[in-house]
């Protein structure tokens, strides 16, 4: 089955935790001691209601304060396909988990109460999710219930975004949904208290909604970056030699010549093994080895690209947009990890280009550090030679990781530009 990895964003009660709790218990994906345990939770908590939020609200603090705190992932399928949630923070202190769970998403979903319309953190999630690439963005106007399902008001919503988005370039496919996570309504099932909305339910549209890697990974130039060397020295495989990874973009066939980065050394494609199978060729995003017809040096780190694919930037200085996950600042010129795929090599922040204001969305130039959840704009150099794509060509090859090498904690995440 297909599996379509979505996100959640939005201000503060503005019911993500809710409306996910919805989307499990109206398509019975949840089992009966799951429902018995949070009805138990909201009878404990003196809420009149079964609160569906505590489904999705799983840390002590969480469920203290109402709000969410940190990412939570939940699984689920339907008969048609097979859904990954995140569920992020609405605070603007936990920016930086908003953007960890939406790193992978396929699609956003963003909250909008009805009574308060477009704010401020409407307008940063929605900045995050074009910075992230997300193709597809599902405005949930939620709360309608509150508002009797008034159509002008949520036009009135739907005009507002809709110049927001275009203000900040967003090029996403939008969809606007009026809803009410607390009844249901337009969630699972269609809600006659709106008769004026013609469009898909929530859930129809998780369902129809084209998925990225369908639609245009195996489109793209070939990348396959080397996880592993696969070289078994036994009387069986005297000569054997084969590189193991992942498609991270494009198709692979038998014969195809292919290029290694970043040492641009040339070979051809003999042949290909899943498993112990030999195949002709390999799609996105397949784990296969490959044994080629030359014997090149190869190392875990390396990346094959097809010879007449387009070719990514190869080299020791990126432009890169980055967030900021550590309480410890960045500072400029300290050594650290850069990771990407499973290439690494130290580096360095030789400059602060700018830093996005996370209120008004505006450039800040003449800044030398960054602080936990800033965005912006920086100037990476490494050791040694790397290979990266732009972030809006592959989301896989051209992102990237910076790691603290004394305490090996993740402190930023980055996107080539």
């Not at 507002?160 to 969630?187: R, T, W």
């Not at 369902?207 to 890697?213: G, K, Q, S």
Request: net charge negative; charged share 25%; with cysteine.
């Amino acid at each position: 089955m297909e599996l379509l990895r979505f996100t959640t964003a939005g201000s503060v009660d503005d019911g993500k935790s809710t409306l996910i709790g919805r989307l499990l218990y109206d398509s019975k994906s949840i089992f009966e001691d799951q429902l018995e345990a949070v009805e138990r939770a909201s009878r404990s908590r003196g809420n009149e209601e079964v609160n569906l939020a505590l489904l999705t609200d799983g840390l002590r603090a969480e469920r203290e304060q109402g709000i969410t705190i940190d990412v939570a992932y939940r699984y689920f399928a339907t008969p048609k396909r097979k859904f990954i949630i995140a569920d992020t923070p609405g605070h603007v202190q936990y920016t930086r988990n908003m953007v960890t769970g939406a790193s992978t998403a396929d699609l956003a979903i963003i909250l909008i109460d009805a009574r308060n319309g477009v704010v401020e953190q409407t307008v940063r999630h929605s900045y995050i999710a074009k910075l992230l690439g997300i193709p597809y963005v599902a405005v949930c106007i939620n709360k309608m219930d509150l508002i009797d399902f008034s159509e002008k008001r949520f036009r009135k919503i739907e005009h507002d975004y809709c110049e927001m988005s275009a203000k900040i370039g967003n090029d996403a496919q939008l969809h606007f949904l009026p809803i009410s996570a607390k009844y249901g309504d337009n969630v699972v099932n269609a809600s006659e208290r709106a008769p004026w909305y013609s469009g898909p339910t929530l859930m129809a549209l998780l369902e129809e909604v084209p998925i990225r890697h369908k639609l245009g990974e195996e489109s793209q130039p070939m990348r396959l970056p080397v996880q592993y060397v696969i070289r078994p020295i036994s009387d069986k495989f005297p000569d054997y030699r084969a590189y193991a990874g992942r498609l991270a973009g494009g198709v692979l066939h038998v014969g195809d010549a292919v290029r290694v980065l970043p040492s641009g050394l040339t070979s051809r494609v003999k042949a290909i093994m899943q498993a112990d199978k030999s195949q002709e060729v390999a799609h996105t995003p397949e784990s296969i080895s490959v044994l080629l017809e030359d014997d090149i040096d190869i190392s875990r780190g390396d990346m094959l690209v097809g010879v007449d694919d387009a070719q990514p930037l190869v080299g020791q200085e990126f432009k890169i947009m980055c967030c900021w996950f550590n309480a410890q600042p960045m500072q400029l010129r300290k050594r650290y990890v850069v990771r990407s795929t499973v290439a690494e090599s130290i580096g360095m922040v030789t400059a602060l280009d700018y830093r996005v204001d996370i209120h008004t969305l505006e450039p800040v130039t003449g800044e030398s550090t960054l602080n936990m959840n800033d965005i912006a704009c920086l100037t990476l150099r490494t050791s040694n030679p790397m290979a990266f794509d732009r972030y809006g060509d592959n989301r896989t090859t051209g992102s990237l990781v910076l790691i603290d090498p004394d305490s090996n904690e993740t402190i930023a995440a980055g996107m080539r530009e």
